[in-house]
C-alpha cells in the first residue's frame, strides 16, 4: 500500500515556495479577515435573486480576495483569519454543528477540496505581499468539526515554510499583540462570546497585553452584515464583519439586508489602524 501511494505521487510537482516580496515596512502589520465563506451553500435565483453555488463561490471569493491582498500596504506581518463558517455544514448531514438542516451544492468531500485550494491560494497571495503569514481558523456555528480538519490541513501544507505560522489554538478566542496594537476576535455565535462582550473578556483573560497596548480591536463575524458595537473611548473598537456571500433560501425570506466584501486593514505598531483596503463582491450572476 505504501509503494502504491507513493506511485501515485510521482507525476506530482512538488510546491514551489512563494519568493518574499523585496521590501515589507517593518512597523505595519495587515489583518485579512476571511469570514463567513459557506462553501457549498446553494441559492436558486427565481428564489432569492441570485444563483451561488461552489464554482460561482470559488471564482468570486478568490478573485476577491486576491484583489484585497494585492491592494494593501506591503507589511512585515500579515494574519490570514478564519473568521468561521468557512464551510456551510458540519458534515455529510448538510447540516450546521447543532443539527439545521442546510440548501447545499455538492458533496461534503468537494467542499473541503475547494476550501484548502481557496486557503492555500489566500495564503500564498498574502506571502507575495508580506514578509511573515500568521494564519487562524476560528470554529463557526456551521463548521465546527471541518475547520479543526483545515487548520491541520494548513499546517502540514506549510510545515516546510519558514514565513507562515498556522495557530491551531482549540479555542474560541484569537488574540494577537504588534508591539502598541492588540487584536481579538471570535465567530460570535455564542451568547457567551457575543461581540459585545469581547473587551471584557479581552481585559481579563489578557491582562497584560491589555496593560502593554493603546490601541485594541475586536472583530467578529456571523451575522454576516457591518456592525460597531463599541467606540475607543471604551478602549476597545468591536466590529463584525460583512461576508463576501449572497443570502440563501431562509436568510432572504426572513429579511435580512447586508453588503458583501472582504477587507484588508493595516496596522501601525505606533498607532494602530492607518489604512484599509475593501473589496466590494458584485453579483456574480
Known amino acids: 500500500i505504501a509503494e502504491w501511494l507513493k506511485g501515485a505521487f510521482d507525476n506530482v510537482p512538488a510546491a514551489e515556495p512563494v519568493p518574499a516580496p523585496a521590501v515589507t515596512a517593518a512597523s505595519l502589520c495587515t489583518l485579512i479577515p476571511c469570514n463567513d465563506w459557506h462553501l457549498n451553500m446553494h441559492a436558486w435565483g427565481k428564489q432569492v435573486g441570485q444563483n451561488w453555488d461552489m464554482k460561482i463561490a470559488e471564482k468570486t471569493i478568490g478573485g476577491a480576495v486576491v484583489n484585497t491582498i494585492e491592494r494593501t500596504q506591503s507589511s512585515a506581518e500579515c494574519i490570514i483569519l478564519g473568521g468561521g463558517d468557512l464551510l456551510h455544514t458540519n458534515g455529510r448531514k448538510n447540516e450546521t454543528a447543532s443539527g ?10 468537494k467542499a473541503i477540496e475547494v476550501l484548502g485550494r481557496l486557503m492555500v491560494w489566500t495564503i500564498d497571495a498574502a506571502l507575495a505581499r508580506h514578509q511573515h503569514v500568521t494564519s487562524r481558523i476560528l470554529k463557526g456555528n456551521h463548521d465546527e468539526d471541518p475547520s479543526v480538519a483545515i487548520a491541520y490541513f494548513l499546517l502540514a501544507w506549510y510545515r516546510n515554510e519558514p ?5 491551531v489554538d482549540p479555542s474560541d478566542y484569537f488574540w494577537f499583540r504588534f508591539g502598541s496594537v492588540m487584536l481579538g476576535a471570535t465567530h460570535g455565535h455564542q451568547s457567551s462570546n457575543h461581540i459585545a462582550k469581547m473587551p471584557a473578556i479581552m481585559a481579563h483573560r489578557r491582562a497584560q497585553d491589555w496593560g502593554a497596548t493603546k490601541f485594541r480591536y475586536v472583530h467578529g463575524f456571523h451575522l454576516h452584515h457591518s456592525a460597531k458595537y463599541a467606540t475607543e473611548g471604551n478602549g476597545v473598537i468591536s466590529e463584525v464583519h460583512q461576508a463576501p456571500i449572497p443570502q440563501d433560501a431562509w436568510h432572504f425570506g426572513s429579511g435580512f439586508l447586508s453588503g458583501r466584501s472582504i477587507q484588508g486593514i493595516t496596522y501601525h505598531k505606533d498607532f494602530g489602524e492607518i489604512g484599509r483596503v475593501r473589496t466590494a463582491i458584485l453579483d456574480a450572476e
Open 163 to 167: 514565513r507562515v505560522t498556522v495557530d
Open 100 to 109: 439545521t438542516p442546510q440548501d447545499t451544492d455538492g458533496r461534503y468531500q
